[in-house]
């Protein structure tokens, strides 16, 4: 399928391809295996400035679109999605600050972010999550700057970012409303980590809770102003979400490439698996569930990149897509394969782990339906 | 720290043929790679820059397509390129290649270090690096697998020998040739793509390096390819049959009979 892709993002597709084949296969399954944050190749992908590709010009990076983003998630999910969404959850932390922080924010922040600096997105709470108006961590501002306090749970890349935007409440009585978005450096005084979860896939990504006991943040780390939290997160959700879809899309293209690979060597009853109808029509299958979802993805994140200014729908569209094929062809893809594929020494049992995160976290798939049918319903309303 | 890295356009593959009726390598068909202990070089350079200052210049002799292979260097970090190619080079052996390297060397001027590969994988000589620094009448060290130290006009390094290291001293200008233990090389930044598309490379041919006839090409070469072969394949088995200690006397006898034990 030709996508139309400029030179500048063929090479940064070809240059993530290239770490992922060379740097990430390697070691993918050691990393699986010992729950090991991938922290050198976090630093080899920012070495090869793919974290400058989300970060603006100004700030160092090189202003990359939405799209610039979902080819390199989509290439390194393809052999990893746990150092995917480590990667992608970096441009998810570093959303708020370019979509809604200050000058001076940008400019203390982003070029580090852009040079390697890992970042998180803390909403999630025991009490919060597709519900983000349930949160409870608190933002209490005192003349010394807002004191937090709470605990964020399942944070990707707890513990391991160095740059963290958290939404708490500055006034409790505003339910929503009195979100405020901040930005929390890993050294600030009260800010530590509580216990790192095991998963069942993604499992090299650092999943960890965040506890705030009255820990100080200076005053000017308020992203945007008081009462902005909510709409900053659903903002900045909506921008990342393709980002997911693309983790998604990954998972699935690598499946099938296993699957094909495994059932053309495979001999049984005389022949190739990859031979045998049924096995033929499951592939199939795979093909144009798999390039369906890009085409979506593609075309979600070259809508973003238009300049649209609202598209909850198209990105919630994409990521519900995706993440349902990913599920569905890594689960037909370890089926094809047999033993092999269930056994840990084959690539296929990892991606049908990894995939089932991708129709749960950045908005359940639940959650996102909840939200297009909104978008349909307001529709209706302005036609009649 | 001015830096000169040596690279070498060879096979990417370990299955090389050859053309029966010329002698020369059947390269139709097969990438051309940078030979994997220049990129070692390369990478050196890169981080002497890096940590130091000054400049990385990379230089090659070859064919006109040997300038991909240059501006893939200028991607991982090389500042400027240059590529030797001229038909008077043709057939050059390592004496002629090492000749030619020198003069365009003298040409750059102004740098402190050379550093090759310890060896190509396509000649496996290694002996491009000692006869570039014998040229040039610079010290020469083989084999580094880590630089301990640099500056103030000398250079100390580390290398492997048979029983352990050695750790050398020597002046610099100097040549090195580096092993694979000296570092893992980079991948290219996006950045470094696009100043490696954009990048122009000078081609210098043996007039513009002043490079007298006799010291280059075939002429300047000590040595010809008089035949280059495959090795014949004999197969032969000889199966013996009995009890096992009967096989095992015939065994023996067989040996001593090939005076072998």
């Known amino acids: 399928m030709e996508y139309f892709l400029t030179e500048q993002q063929k090479t940064l597709k070809s240059l993530a391809h290239r770490i992922a084949e060379e740097r990430i296969l390697p070691v993918r399954a050691e990393l699986d295996e010992k729950e090991q944050f991938p922290k050198e190749i976090l630093k080899e992908l920012a070495d090869s400035d793919l974290f400058r590709i989300f970060i603006p010009e100004k700030y160092d990076g090189l202003g990359g679109g939405t799209l610039d983003l979902c080819l390199v998630v989509e290439e390194l999910s393809r052999v990893c999605s746990a150092v995917a969404v480590s990667f992608a959850a970096t441009a998810l932390g570093a959303y708020a600050i370019i979509l809604y922080g200050s000058e001076e924010q940008k400019q203390k922040y982003l070029p580090q972010i852009a040079s390697g600096k890992i970042a998180a997105f803390g909403l999630t709470e025991s009490n919060a999550g597709s519900d983000a108006s349930g949160i409870q961590t608190t933002a209490v501002k005192t003349p010394e700057g807002y004191i937090l306090n709470g605990t964020k749970q399942f944070i990707t890349n707890g513990g391991e970012a160095d740059i963290y935007t958290i939404v708490a409440l500055t006034d409790k009585t505003k339910g929503p409303r009195g979100a405020s978005a901040f930005i929390v450096e890993k050294d600030a005084p009260g800010f530590t980590f509580g216990k790192k979860e095991k998963k069942i896939g993604i499992r090299a990504s650092a999943t960890r809770e965040l506890v705030f006991r009255n820990c100080l943040v200076p005053a000017e780390n308020l992203i945007s102003r008081e009462g902005m939290g909510f709409i900053v997160t659903m903002k900045v959700l909506d921008n990342s979400r393709p980002g997911i879809s693309a983790q998604a899309l990954g998972i699935a293209q690598g499946a099938m490439e296993a699957a094909v690979g495994y059932t053309s060597q495979r001999i049984q009853f005389g022949q190739p698996l990859i031979s045998l109808p049924v096995v033929q029509y499951k592939l199939a299958e795979m093909a144009l569930q798999v390039e369906a979802a890009r085409a979506l993805v593609y075309a979600v994140a070259k809508t973003i990149d238009s300049g649209v200014k609202s598209f909850t729908e198209e990105s919630a569209m994409a990521k519900v897509f995706a993440s349902d094929v990913a599920m569905k062809v890594t689960v037909d893809a370890v089926q094809v394969c047999g033993g092999a594929g269930y056994m840990r020494d084959y690539p296929l049992e990892k991606m049908m782990r990894d995939a089932k995160i991708t129709q749960i976290y950045e908005g359940s798939n639940e959650v996102l339906h909840n939200a297009i049918a909104i978008e349909l319903r307001k529709r209706k309303g302005k036609r009649e | 720290m001015n830096v000169i890295v040596c690279l070498k356009q060879v096979p990417g593959t370990t299955e090389v043929k050859i053309d029966p009726n010329t002698n020369t390598l059947i390269r139709q068909g097969i990438k051309a790679i940078v030979n994997p202990f ?42 400027e390129a240059v590529l030797l190619s001229d038909m008077a080079f043709a057939g050059s052996d390592t004496l002629a290649t090492a000749a030619a390297l020198g003069k365009a060397v003298e040409k750059i001027k102004n740098y402190d270090l050379i550093i090759c590969g310890r060896q190509t994988i396509d000649g496996d000589t290694g002996q491009v690096g000692p006869e570039l620094a014998e040229n040039l009448g610079i010290p020469f060290i083989a084999y580094v697998s880590k630089i301990e130290e640099i500056g103030n006009g000398k250079i100390r390094v580390q290398r492997a020998v048979e029983d352990g290291h050695e750790t050398i001293e020597a002046s610099l200008p100097a040549v090195i040739t580096v092993a694979k233990e000296i570092n893992v090389p980079r991948m290219p930044s996006l950045r470094g793509l696009s100043k490696s598309k954009s990048a122009q490379i000078p081609t210098w041919t043996a007039n513009d390096i002043d490079a007298p006839k006799e010291t280059i090409g075939q002429a300047g070469s000590g040595t010809w390819v008089v035949k280059v072969f495959y090795p014949q394949r004999i197969q032969h088995a000889e199966m013996l049959k009995g009890e096992p200690e009967v096989q095992a006397k015939a065994l023996i006898e067989k040996l001593k009979e090939a005076k072998m034990i």
Do not use: F, N, W
Request: negative net charge; aromatic residues 2%; without cysteine.
């Open chain 2, 38 to 79: 220049d990129s070692y070089a390369l990478e050196e350079g890169v981080r002497l820059k890096e940590k130091h200052g000054g400049k990385v210049t990379a230089i090659s002799m070859g064919p006109p397509q040997a300038a991909d292979m240059l501006k893939d260097a200028i991607s991982v970090g090389a500042d």
